[in-house]
């Protein structure tokens, strides 16, 4: 191969440097990985037990909203406070739908499908609503309106207390496992592959999208809005669609929480979760999937290490009143101060200087 042939196969995109059309096309590798993935995860939730299983699902629901706040944040440049609720969104039209479908007696398995895409179409439009408000908007006025989403969208359910049933909220039907998989069946590890398959379809989805020709668009915009728009990229539209698919993505994270909790309720869906997330992504790793996951599994270990902590301190009652909520947040606080201080990237880009460290240490010479 000679020097003009090898730059001209660099400077093609990554995947197309590859003879082999497997190793070439984006979509195989995503999707042999998603497979591969889903068949350990399927595995592993055989040997875990019950309440494992359930923090499992918790993670792979969570995972949903914060690969979507990635694409918009990270990717795109866009800072959300509101995608609490838009979970709740999400959560609140499956909670609705799976309550009228079980009351005509429509309980099987396929109709919690239509429960969910029913829950991400709602969110999809109430995004599309608030991503063509905010790409009139930039910095902190954008932040501004996320903000007003996240308190606006809880104080409906107040508002209409006769559907929504206010405080004390919904709850939610979920038939059980299929009788092909077994009679005694562990309802859990139902959840989990709910969960589990709905967290693998939506970084599939996300990860072709980031490598195609809109995640370059995503990325030129975030970086110069006028070189973009110099470029031909029509902006304004870019980071409306941008809102959109992170909308939906929190839309079915947030159904697939009540379907887990089987309730929902404002209380879930509050401010302290949209900054939840966003703490989450950026101590996972900006503009990185990996940094999602990262950023949920934090979010579902940070109660628990919360729980501990109290126990161990074994405070008074009016203490342990004052600490629940608010030692989450603190805790959260303090690790994303450290983060940002001693790791720029998050815990990913933490790791890419390691591995590169490590290579960088074992490289043989070629000279040898």
């Known amino acids: 191969m000679t020097t003009s042939q090898l730059r001209a196969r660099l400077s093609m995109p990554g995947p197309m440097r590859y003879a082999n059309p497997l190793i070439r096309s984006t979509l195989l590798r995503h999707l042999l990985f998603a497979v591969v993935a889903g068949a350990g995860l399927f595995a592993l939730t055989g040997a875990l037990g019950p309440f494992r299983n359930y923090q499992l699902a918790t993670v792979a629901a969570y995972l949903c909203a914060t690969a979507g706040l990635t694409v918009l944040t990270g990717l795109n440049g866009q800072l959300s406070l509101g995608h609490g609720a838009l979970m709740a969104t999400g959560a609140y039209t499956v909670a609705l739908t799976q309550n009228a479908l079980a009351d005509t007696g429509r309980v099987s398995g396929g109709y919690l499908l ?40 809880p104080a409906l359910t107040t508002t209409f207390r006769g559907v929504f049933n206010s405080e004390q909220g919904l709850s939610v039907y979920l038939a059980p ?38 995640g370059r668009h995503l990325r030129a915009v975030r ?11 029509h902006v304004g539209r870019t980071q409306v669609l941008a809102f959109v698919v992170s909308a939906g993505c929190a839309g079915l994270g947030g159904g697939l929480l009540a379907v887990l909790a089987q ?66 947040l603190a805790i959260f606080g303090v690790t994303l101060i450290v983060v940002v201080i001693a790791a720029p990237g998050g815990v990913q880009g933490l790791l890419r200087r390691v591995g590169r460290f490590v290579g960088a240490r074992w490289r043989v010479p070629t000279g040898r």
């Open 263 to 328: 309730s929902v309720s404002p209380g879930a869906f509050s401010l302290t979760l949209s900054l939840y997330l966003l703490m989450a992504i950026v101590i996972g790793g900006l503009g990185s999937l990996a940094g999602a996951l990262w950023g949920a599994l934090l979010l579902v270990a940070l109660p628990a290490l919360t729980s501990t902590i109290t126990d161990l301190a074994d405070p008074s009652a009016a203490v342990a009143q004052r600490l629940d909520g608010n030692l989450s």
């Open 114 to 153: 239509l429960s969910l895409a029913l829950g991400v179409l709602v969110t999809v439009v109430a995004g599309t609503v608030i991503g063509a408000a905010a790409a009139r908007l930039r910095g902190p006025y954008l932040a501004g309106v996320t903000l007003a989403v996240a308190v606006v969208v």
């Open 223 to 233: 970086d110069d809005e006028v070189a973009a728009r110099l470029a031909g990229i």
């Open 177 to 214: 496992a299929p009788e092909s998989l077994g009679l005694y069946f562990p309802y859990e590890r139902w959840q989990a592959w709910i969960a589990i398959i709905g967290a693998l379809l939506t970084l599939l989805l996300l990860g072709n999208l980031i490598h195609s020709r809109f």
